[in-house]
C-alpha cells in the first residue's frame, strides 16, 4: 500500500472514531447539530496526523497543519456556541428525524461517517503538502497563507455580526444586514470557500498539487447544490418571508458587492 494511503487511511480511521462517539451522543441529547461541530474538528485532527506520520519538510507540515486548526477549532467552538450549547436543534434535523423515524437512527449514523470520508477528500491539499520534501516554504506557500489569513478573519468577522445580531431582540423576523451581510447573504459561506482555495493553491507548490483544486470545487458545490445555501434560503423565507425575498432581490447571492436597487 502506498504510503500516502496508509497515512490517508489511518486519518480516516481516527476520524471515524470521532465521529462514532458523536454519534453516541447525540443518540442521548438528541441534537445532530453535534455533527456539524466534529465534521470542523475533524479536519484538524486529520491534518495532525499528517504532521506528526508525513515524511515532507518539517515546517511545511506544522504550517499546513496549524492552518487547518486555527480554522477547524474556531469554525467547531462558533457552532458549539451556535447550534448546541443551550439551543434547540437545527429544523433540517429535526424534519429529517421526524420524517425518515424509524430509521433516522440508521440514517443519522451513515450521515456522521459520510461527515469522516467528506473530511478525508477535503484533506487532500494537506495529505499533498505533507510529502513536499523541498527545505523552504514557496512564494506561492506563503500567497496561500495570506489569503487564509485574509479569509479566515472575514469569516470569523461575518459570523461574529451575525451573531450579535441574533442577540438583539429587535431582530426577530428580520433578516441580518449588519456589515458584510449588507455586501453579501452568505458572506461567511464566501470567506469558507476563500478558506479552501487558500489550502488548494498551498498545494500547488507540491508535486501532484493540482489535484487539490478539486477541494474549492466540491465545497463550491456543496455551498449551493447540497447543504449550505439552499437549506439556509430555505429557512430564512420560511421565517422572515417578505423581508428575506427583499433581501434576495437587493443583495448578492454569494460573492460581496455593493447592494442594488429592488426592482
Known amino acids: 500500500m502506498p504510503d500516502w494511503l496508509k497515512l490517508a487511511a ?6 471515524a472514531v470521532m465521529m462514532l462517539a458523536l454519534w453516541i451522543w447525540y443518540r442521548r441529547k438528541r441534537n445532530a447539530g453535534i455533527v456539524d461541530v466534529g465534521w470542523s474538528l475533524s479536519l484538524p485532527l486529520m491534518t495532525a496526523l499528517y504532521a506528526a506520520l508525513g515524511p515532507g519538510y518539517l515546517w511545511r507540515r506544522w504550517l ?7 480554522w477547524g477549532v474556531r469554525l467547531g467552538l462558533y457552532l458549539l456556541r451556535d447550534r448546541i ?3 434547540a436543534e437545527d429544523r433540517r434535523y429535526a424534519d429529517l428525524r421526524a420524517r425518515r423515524s424509524p430509521a433516522a437512527t440508521l440514517d443519522f449514523f451513515l450521515f456522521f461517517q459520510a461527515q469522516a470520508l467528506l473530511a478525508v477528500v477535503l484533506s487532500v491539499p494537506a495529505l499533498i503538502a505533507v510529502f513536499n520534501d523541498v527545505p523552504h516554504i ?3 506557500e506563503i500567497v496561500a497563507l495570506l489569503l487564509w489569513a485574509i479569509a479566515v478573519v472575514g469569516e470569523a468577522v461575518a459570523d461574529r455580526q451575525l451573531e450579535r445580531f441574533k442577540t438583539r431582540r429587535s431582530s426577530r423576523g428580520r433578516t441580518c444586514r449588519d456589515g458584510l451581510w449588507r455586501y453579501s ?11 479552501w482555495v487558500a489550502y488548494a493553491l498551498f498545494a500547488l507548490a507540491s508535486p501532484w498539487g493540482p489535484l487539490a483544486l478539486t477541494c ?3 465545497m ?10 439552499p437549506a439556509t434560503e430555505a ?3 420560511r421565517t422572515k418571508g417578505d423581508d428575506y425575498r427583499h433581501y434576495q432581490a437587493t443583495t448578492s447571492v454569494f460573492v460581496p458587492w455593493p447592494p442594488r436597487s429592488a426592482r
Open 216 to 218: 474549492p470545487v466540491v
Open 220 to 229: 463550491l458545490f456543496l455551498l449551493f447544490r447540497v447543504t449550505g445555501i
Open 185 to 195: 447573504r452568505h458572506p461567511n459561506y464566501f470567506f469558507e470557500w476563500m478558506v
Open 85 to 87: 450549547a443551550g439551543r
Open 138 to 140: 514557496a512564494g506561492l
Open 64 to 70: 499546513l497543519a496549524a492552518m487547518f486548526c486555527v
Open 10 to 15: 489511518c486519518a480516516w480511521v481516527a476520524a
Open 235 to 237: 429557512q430564512a423565507l
